[in-house]
């Protein structure tokens, strides 16, 4: 599920989390149809990456709604284990709606970018549209934020990590 630091903060704090439009990313029987080889990990790989970008898509509406002041500029993905989803092949491949708020005891861990990755997802968050849209260049300051891996915690790690920010 696509969030933000502080749609993490507010998920820690009440332990619950609802995305918007109760919109996740998961391996669908449509992803694993789009792709003529690849694994269950690989096809992992490819729906939190559908995670990461729907992130900054998340960042840059804070952006467009509060101004840049206060948004951190890391992705977060927060990986669950949830049985009651609907693939929406509409959307995309990857895309599933959630039937109803995740808790923490879902949760199975949280990814999120290491501080060097800011300056790049500043770029990206300010060029995913275009991205999407097609435009080369655009795609190219998105690859960059790409090329940064999300690392990896541990549900309980979370509200350190939190304080730590």
């Known amino acids: 599920m696509p969030a933000t630091i502080e749609l993490l903060e507010g ?9 918007m439009s109760r919109t996740a990313f998961a391996v669908t029987g449509a992803l694993r149809e789009s792709y003529s080889s690849g694994d269950d990990d690989e096809l992992e790989a490819v729906a939190m990456g559908e995670a990461a970008r729907a992130s900054l898509r998340l960042l840059a509406g804070r952006i467009a709604d509060r101004g840049a002041e206060g948004v951190r500029m890391r992705r977060v993905v927060i990986a669950a284990d949830v049985d009651d989803v609907t693939p929406r092949p509409d959307l995309d491949d990857a895309v599933v709606r959630l039937a109803a708020p995740v808790t923490m005891r879902q949760v199975a861990s949280v990814h999120v970018d290491l501080e060097d990755a800011e ?5 990206a968050v300010e060029s995913v549209d275009e991205a999407d849209l097609g435009d080369p260049e655009a795609e190219f300051v998105l690859g960059d934020a790409e090329d940064h891996a999300l690392a990896w915690y541990a549900t309980q790690e979370v509200p350190f990590l939190l304080d730590l920010l």
């Open 119 to 123: 300056s790049a997802i500043a770029r």
């Open 11 to 19: 998920f820690v704090e009440t332990d619950e989390f609802d995305p």
